[in-house]
């Protein structure tokens, strides 16, 4: 079960002016289940995207990089089961094949549409069963199918993953609403998520842009569940104009504060449910690392616990085995790191205890008191390198025997 996480109701979710969503059932991969999405974008709407970093990145992948450039996106097109990653010439065929029936459909350009795909690497897609589904997705369109599309886009999540927010700018409503899809291969850079976040604010592509990849940097791109790169992992940030407040150009003006802050907060919202529907999750933990020099290595530190198989299931049987804690600092990479200096704390919603200072264990720390802590399903470790005033905080979960388990039967 997720950890402290529920999936918001149909009427929790509010439509965004200018996009409609629409899913089918295609059996791309199984029978009976919604595993087609499209969604349909308002003339003149603003569209940015953030994509992995993984060199064997999936065809639609870059097929979008090649779209998003000449602007105008009209349709955005998901399908789960079958990635369409490591499927060569063919897959690129499929997934441009797949834009141009989208395209026919909307009476739109290729180029107007953005294919994404999850679900199984080195299958081919099957791009006949997926072309079959579109008509019945675009017969589904509505401003209210948040909802339905969250669960469309699910593949081991056990949850769907949706936040809808409302935000006053220039006295005008701007509303946010985002979902997202992910368990495991969660790693930064990006993880194995798709993420689709939609306001109907104006503001400039090139505003936009920046928002989309700082609003990634700060959610999706500091969350682990396993510290595997997926290939096929997608952030799409839609500004529709629709709200009818004056286009937003400044990057210091209060507008623009206003939108960032919302958007930044609807990511970290979705990036967050993520990790606590980690594939086996029974708890959720923060990583918080302060006193750095920069924020660069506070976040190397971060990662290093976060990715820490022996952190995390030692968290998972409540073991307070904590000079695990420390040997990932160890090797986080700051090598002029001085240990003597730093400290370690274990914290839940009731209680902090110092775990380790001065180079060693603290003279206070009980492990009874640390055995304590790691009981609770939400705990934050925080470390203070002693050495600056940079933070960073990375958001991870614990590996338990159901992580091996859902991974172990996947493809099945």
């Not at 923060?286 to 971060?302: L, N």
């Given at each position: 079960?997720?950890?402290?996480?529920?999936?918001?109701?149909?009427?929790?979710?509010?439509?965004?002016?200018?996009?409609?969503?629409?899913?089918?059932?295609?059996?791309?991969?199984?029978?009976?289940?919604?595993?087609?999405?499209?969604?349909?974008?308002?003339?003149?709407?603003?569209?940015?995207?953030?994509?992995?970093?993984?060199?064997?990145?999936?065809?639609?992948?870059?097929?979008?990089?090649?779209?998003?450039?000449?602007?105008?996106?009209?349709?955005?097109?998901?399908?789960?089961?079958?990635?369409?990653?490591?499927?060569?010439?063919?897959?690129l065929?499929?997934?441009?094949?797949?834009?141009?029936?989208?395209?026919?459909l909307?009476?739109?350009?290729?180029?107007?549409?953005?294919?994404?795909?999850?679900?199984?690497i080195?299958?081919?897609?099957?791009?006949?069963?997926?072309?079959?589904?579109?008509?019945?997705?675009?017969?589904?369109?509505?401003?209210?199918?948040?909802?339905?599309?969250?669960?469309?886009?699910?593949?081991?999540?056990?949850?769907?993953k949706?936040?809808?927010?409302?935000?006053?700018?220039?006295?005008?409503?701007?509303?946010?609403?985002?979902?997202?899809?992910?368990?495991?291969?969660?790693?930064?850079?990006?993880?194995?998520?798709?993420?689709?976040?939609?306001?109907?604010?104006?503001?400039?592509?090139?505003?936009?842009?920046?928002?989309?990849?700082?609003?990634?940097?700060?959610?999706?791109?500091?969350?682990?569940?396993?510290?595997?790169?997926?290939?096929?992992?997608?952030?799409?940030?839609?500004?529709?104009?629709?709200?009818?407040?004056?286009e937003?150009?400044?990057?210091?003006?209060?507008?623009?504060?206003?939108?960032?802050?919302?958007?930044?907060?609807?990511?970290?919202?979705?990036?967050?449910?993520?990790?606590?529907?980690?594939?086996?999750?029974?708890?959720?933990?923060?990583?918080?690392?302060?006193?750095?020099?920069?924020?660069?290595?506070?976040?190397?530190?971060?990662?290093?616990?976060?990715?820490?198989?022996?952190?995390?299931?030692?968290?998972?049987?409540?073991?307070?085995?904590?000079?695990?804690?420390?040997?990932?600092?160890?090797?986080?990479?700051?090598?002029?790191?001085?240990?003597?200096?730093?400290?370690?704390?274990?914290?839940?919603?009731?209680?902090?205890?110092?775990?380790?200072?001065?180079?060693?264990?603290?003279?206070?720390?009980r492990?009874?008191?640390g055995?304590?802590?790691?009981?609770?399903?939400e705990?934050?470790?925080?470390?203070?390198?002693?050495?600056?005033?940079?933070?960073?905080?990375?958001?991870?979960?614990?590996?338990?025997?159901?992580?091996?388990?859902?991974?172990?039967?996947?493809?099945?």
């Amino acid at each position: 079960m997720p950890v402290n996480l529920s999936t918001p109701t149909a009427s929790e979710l509010r439509p965004v002016a200018g996009v409609r969503l629409g899913v089918a059932e295609a059996a791309i991969r199984k029978q009976n289940r919604r595993d087609l999405t499209l969604i349909e974008v308002a003339p003149g709407s603003r569209v940015a995207g953030v994509f992995t970093l993984n060199r064997f990145c999936a065809a639609p992948v870059q097929v979008c990089k090649e779209h998003l450039p000449g602007g105008d996106i009209r349709a955005l097109v998901i399908n789960t089961g079958v990635a369409n990653a490591g499927t060569g010439e063919e897959g690129l065929a499929n997934a441009s094949a797949t834009c141009a029936a989208v395209a026919r459909l909307a009476g739109v350009g290729a180029r107007q549409v953005l294919p994404f795909s999850t679900g199984v690497i080195l299958e081919p897609l099957p791009v006949d069963r997926l072309v079959a589904g579109l008509p019945a997705a675009q017969a589904n369109l509505r401003a209210d199918g948040w909802f339905d599309a969250a669960h469309a886009i699910m593949t081991t999540d056990t949850v769907a993953k949706a936040v809808s927010r409302q935000v006053t700018i220039a006295g005008r409503t701007v509303t946010l609403t985002g979902i997202s899809k992910g368990a495991g291969m969660i790693k930064p850079n990006m993880a194995t998520m798709l993420g689709f976040l939609a306001c109907d604010a104006a503001i400039s592509q090139s505003l936009l842009e920046s928002l989309a990849r700082e609003a990634a940097d700060l959610s999706f791109n500091s969350i682990t569940v396993d510290g595997d790169t997926s290939t096929n992992d997608s952030f799409i940030v839609i500004a529709t104009g629709q709200a009818g407040n004056p286009e937003i150009n400044d990057p210091l003006g209060d507008d623009y504060r206003a939108l960032r802050e919302a958007v930044i907060d609807v990511s970290v919202r979705l990036a967050q449910a993520i990790v606590r529907d980690g594939e086996g999750a029974t708890k959720f933990m923060t990583i918080a690392v302060g006193g750095g020099r920069d924020r660069g290595e506070c976040r190397k530190v971060a990662y290093a616990i976060g990715h820490s198989p022996l952190v995390k299931t030692a968290f998972f049987a409540s073991d307070p085995n904590l000079g695990r804690i420390l040997a990932a600092i160890g090797y986080a990479g700051i090598d002029d790191l001085d240990v003597g200096a730093l400290r370690v704390w274990l914290a839940s919603a009731s209680e902090e205890v110092l775990v380790a200072e001065n180079g060693g264990r603290a003279a206070t720390y009980r492990e009874e008191a640390g055995a304590r802590v790691m009981k609770e399903a939400e705990i934050t470790v925080r470390v203070d390198l002693g050495r600056g005033r940079a933070q960073a905080t990375v958001w991870t979960c614990d590996f338990s025997y159901d992580y091996v388990k859902i991974n172990a039967d996947y493809r099945s």
